[in-house]
């Protein structure tokens, strides 16, 4: 696995290790003592996929504390622009927000750590992304930051989203529990 430091503070894309022949690929996602030597969490108590169609937005999502999380995302199918937005109010990069490809055929993943939104939009005609999190889903602590709240260029003029992304706080109305 290697390590590819992000513009925000914790996360990183990680590129999987791979091989590939006549029958497909084979990747390597997860492996304990790499995330362990890297200073990675790696006791993940919940996956779950989502499948999305050509132009869809989903984000910017997160958990509240005491639920709050880190994640692990990749994509098994298709291609994604991957966003990345620190709430974290002692963070370094507090308010700062990234992007980067996710694709399949990049064997690539990105860990994102606690109190930082994430969200995505499909580039591909359809994408299948994977995520993996350090606590399970609460519904209670379970929110997010308006998608076009913040000065992040999606590239998408008519994008798909739900009614519940589109009913979230804007950044400049949120309000961080995220602390530390």
Known sequence: ??????????????????????????????????????????????????????NVIRGMHFQIPPNDHAKLVYAIHGEVTDVLLDLRTSSPTYLKYCSLSLGKDKHNAVYIPNGVAHGFAVRSKMAVLVYLTTTV??????????????????????PIISDRDLGFLSLNEFNSPFNN
Not at 137 to 158: R, V
Request: aromatic content about 18%; proline content about 3%; cysteine-free.
């Open 1 to 54: 696995m290697n390590k590819l430091p992000l513009e925000i503070e914790g996360a990183f894309e990680l590129i999987l290790p791979y091989s590939e022949d006549e029958r497909g690929d084979f990747v390597k996602v997860l492996h304990a003592d790499n995330f362990y030597e890297n200073g990675l969490q790696y006791d993940f108590k919940e996956s779950y996929y989502s499948t999305s169609n050509q």
């Open 137 to 158: 889903y609460n519904k209670n602590s379970d929110t997010g930051i308006l998608w076009n709240s913040f000065d992040f260029d999606w590239g998408i003029e008519q």
